[in-house]
């Protein structure tokens, strides 16, 4: 059962091969994921590795910056001289700083669609997780009293999900395909073409699961699998 | 922690590792990390050597030391890239980049392994001419342990891709081999035996080719180390002083007088009675 569970799952590994560039918590690629600053862990995460860029900048111009120092003639070791070579030092070292910010930034706004459905994929993972979790009380409860029609009943409902999740798979693989594709090559309209009819198709089918299974215990992970499967049409309808 | 984990793995699978740089796999993260993570390191062994003198001194020699290592590369990294994209390497000057940052981060760890007997040689002993010296040699020595590491690693990077090479059974002479293509009807009178130039499979002249290539970038990137070194030695001298002479007060740089070699002899020489 987990297995089919882990199956559904989009790791990370894929996340790099589909799109082309290296996912992380914090970064896709150079630029920074908007969730970053939503999630308390991932914010720490994007400051620590802020701090160190900026440790990285300082150490490598502060020294240099000093040998250029000692080629200007009139340059002496003394307390004003340093102070004022150490005041501008760090003043490039800021404004180089605050330039890769910027770079950042502007790779950021180029990739927000991208975001958004790394953003899906997240709540997908989340559902599989919280699915994990059911299917372990669910072994907990069965082994505490006996099978009953109850539990049957939750076995085909199971079978629902993993139908709704298996289309929510596929429709942000596809979506994320379709990103990359209109990222790398705009003139590749025909691949795009397949691409949105499949999503198009997986949303279908999770509607219908939807409407089959909205009154059960279910019915909130069904709910969240077809509130990303729609996520991703509207990404993609604002790509086309 | 990341950072340390990506060190880890090159330290443990180091053919693994220069795998994934040739085949352009996650170089930016690798980059990252283990410029975060040698910096680290070599800021630690810095802070140490500075702190024979003051605490001023080991802040500047925390910062002068990483910065030590990452100008270096960042001089020499050029004429590597060019000179190797010149006879016909395939990688780009990001993989160079990690590549060299690899041999930065090897002579890191190496050194950051050092640090308790540099910092038992700091307590034990207070003399200034022999700390110097315990630590030109330490240097030296993670220095040379790194270089010979990424030159192997390089060799190993430059070797894939000539899997034609053991379909060769009988050795022939790539110089050679490469002018007959150029003037066969010369060569051919020089040649007294063995098949005609038709006969000669296309396979074996490329390989030839390849292995010429090869050897001559093999010479480049000796002399390359060579000039590694001396970008290095020089750099240091000019970013001293990172121990700070006993008795002064703190410097954030010194005049350059001298050079790194003479000032290394002459306190060998100091230091066993000749002076």
Redesign the interface.
């Known amino acids: 059962m987990h297995s089919r569970l882990d199956d559904l799952r989009i790791t990370t590994h894929e996340l790099?091969t589909i799109t082309g560039l290296?996912i992380?918590d914090v970064f896709m690629?150079?630029a920074v994921r908007p969730s970053v600053f939503r999630t308390p862990p991932r914010l720490l995460s994007f400051v620590v590795s802020e701090i160190?860029t900026l440790?990285?900048i300082?150490?490598?111009c502060?020294?240099?910056s000093?040998?250029i120092a000692?080629s200007i003639p009139g340059f002496t070791?003394s307390a004003a001289n340093?102070i004022q070579?150490l005041q501008i030092s760090v003043g490039i070292s800021l404004g180089i700083f605050a330039v890769w910010n910027g770079y950042l930034w502007f790779c950021s706004n180029a990739l927000k669609t991208l975001a958004h459905l790394l953003e899906d994929v997240d709540k997908h993972n989340e559902i599989i997780d919280a699915l994990q979790v059911l299917d372990e009380l669910t072994a907990v409860r069965n082994s505490t009293t006996q099978l009953d029609a109850e539990s049957t009943f939750s076995l085909d409902d199971r079978i629902g999900v993993l139908q709704a999740l298996g289309a929510t798979h596929e429709s942000l693989v596809s979506g994320l395909m379709t990103e990359r594709v209109l990222r790398k090559h705009q003139r590749s309209l025909a691949r795009r073409h397949d691409l949105f009819t499949n999503i198009e198709t997986n949303l279908a089918t999770l509607q219908s699961l939807q409407l089959n299974h909205a009154a059960n215990d279910y019915g909130h992970l069904l709910n969240d699998a077809l509130q990303i499967g729609m996520s991703v049409r509207r990404e993609i309808e604002q790509l086309k | 922690m990341n950072h340390f984990a990506v060190m880890l793995t090159l330290l443990r699978d180091r053919p693994t590792f220069l795998d994934e740089i040739r085949r352009n796999i996650k170089i930016e993260r690798k980059s990252f990390s283990l410029l975060v993570s040698s910096c680290l390191f070599f800021a630690i062994y810095g802070a140490i050597i500075g702190s024979s003198s003051s605490w001023l001194q080991a802040i500047s020699s925390a910062i002068k030391l990483p910065a030590l290592y990452l100008i270096t590369l960042v001089i020499c990294l050029p004429t590597l890239f060019f000179f190797d994209i010149l006879f016909s390497s395939k990688l780009g000057l990001g993989q160079y980049f990690v590549l060299l940052l690899t041999t930065m981060s090897t002579i890191s760890v190496l050194l950051f392994s050092f640090a308790p007997i540099t910092l038992f040689f700091l307590i034990s002993i207070h003399d200034y001419g022999f700390f110097l010296l315990l630590n030109v040699a330490i240097f030296a020595l993670t220095g040379f342990v790194g270089v010979r590491l990424f030159y192997n690693g390089m060799q190993q990077i430059s070797n894939h891709g000539q899997s034609l090479k053991p379909a060769l059974s009988e050795p022939i002479p790539s110089a050679e081999t490469t002018a007959m293509l150029d003037a066969p009807t010369e060569r051919a009178a020089k040649r007294p035996i063995m098949a005609t130039d038709a006969d000669l499979p296309v396979e074996r002249v490329a390989v030839a080719k390849k292995d010429d290539l090869y050897a001559t970038r093999v010479r480049l990137l000796k002399f390359w180390l060579v000039l590694y070194a001396l970008v290095g030695s020089q750099l240091g001298w000019t970013l001293r002083p990172f121990f700070g002479a006993p008795g002064e007060t703190f410097q954030l740089f010194r005049a350059i007088e001298g050079n790194f070699y003479s000032t290394v002899f002459r306190t060998l020489w100091t230091l066993l009675g000749f002076n």
Do not use: Q
Request: proline share 5%; no cysteine.
């Open positions: 790099d290296d992380s690629g150079r160190m440790g990285l300082v150490i490598f502060l020294p240099a000093l040998v000692k070791d340093t070579f």
